[in-house]
Antibody, heavy 121, light 110 residues
Framework: EVQLVESGGDLIQPGGSLRLSCAASGFTVSSNFMGWVRQAPGKGLEWVST????????YYADSVKGRFTISRGDLTNTVDLQMNSLRAEDTAVYYC??????????????WGQGALVTVSS | QSALAQPASVSASPGQSITISCTGTSTDIGRNNYVAWYQHHPGKGPRVVVS???KRPSGVSDRFSGSRSGNTASLTISGLQAEDEADYYC???????????FGGGTKVTV
């Protein structure tokens, strides 16, 4: 059974750093592209970042580019999101999501329950 | 402002059908088949109910169906049930810019 469990959410001051981790089970993260999607309070889903199976190709939303870094741990079967220079507008529930398997499949087929990140002084 | 436009809310009685629209542009919805619909109950992770415009993943009720006309994709839920009450998001991958975009979400009330 595919499962994704996020951890690392916390209350952090503006300008601070935080690292989220997504532990995967039931598959290997190197076999699928993986992503992070967030939902700010009262708002809709916003794509944050995606890393492809090869591990060296990553994409970011303009709102986080230069501040966030996605990475994959093949030995630990995890996907991490390093968040630096955090702003109040980064406050959100962050979901880890698995990219669908197969050629020309670009949707997310499994999602975690989310981790809450609150940026406030 | 979301890249894809959805109605904020839709409501209907049990047993009725509803259709949620998702309007994009010729560079996303109108250009490729990478449109998906996600069901999101508060406090849980989203679940894909339609992928690749019209495909229904294993385990998803056949009451859910997807379609597209031009730059607008649609999700139809027939025979509405209480458990269908949730937020629904359309999402699309933009091949030429390697980005994913979501609609603003539609709250479905049964």
């Amino acid at each position: 059974e595919v499962q994704l469990v996020e951890s690392g959410g916390d209350l952090i001051q503006p300008g601070g750093s935080l690292r989220l981790s997504c532990a995967a089970s039931g598959f290997t993260v190197s076999s699928n592209f993986m992503g992070w999607v967030r939902q700010a309070p009262g708002k809709g889903l916003e794509w944050v970042s995606t890393i492809f199976g090869g591990g060296s190709t990553a994409y970011y939303a303009d709102s986080v580019k230069g501040r966030f870094t996605i990475s994959r741990g093949d030995l630990t079967n995890t996907v991490d999101l390093q968040m630096n220079s955090l702003r109040a507008e980064d406050t959100a529930v962050y979901y880890c999501a698995r990219g669908a398997t197969g050629a020309w499949a670009y949707h997310f087929d499994y999602w975690g329950q989310g981790a809450l990140v609150t940026v406030s002084s | 402002q979301s890249a894809l436009a959805q109605p904020a809310s839709v409501s209907a009685s049990p047993g009725q059908s509803i259709t949620i629209s998702c309007t994009g542009t010729s560079t996303d919805i109108g250009r490729n088949n990478y449109v998906a619909w996600y069901q999101h109950h508060p406090g849980k992770g989203p679940r894909v109910v339609v992928s690749d415009v019209t495909k229904r993943p294993s385990g998803v009720s056949d009451r859910f169906s997807g379609s597209r006309s031009g730059n607008t994709a649609s999700l139809t839920i027939s025979g509405l049930q209480a458990e269908d009450e949730a937020d629904y998001y359309c999402g699309s991958y933009t091949y030429n810019s390697d980005r994913w975009v979501f609609g603003g979400g539609t709250k479905v009330t049964v």
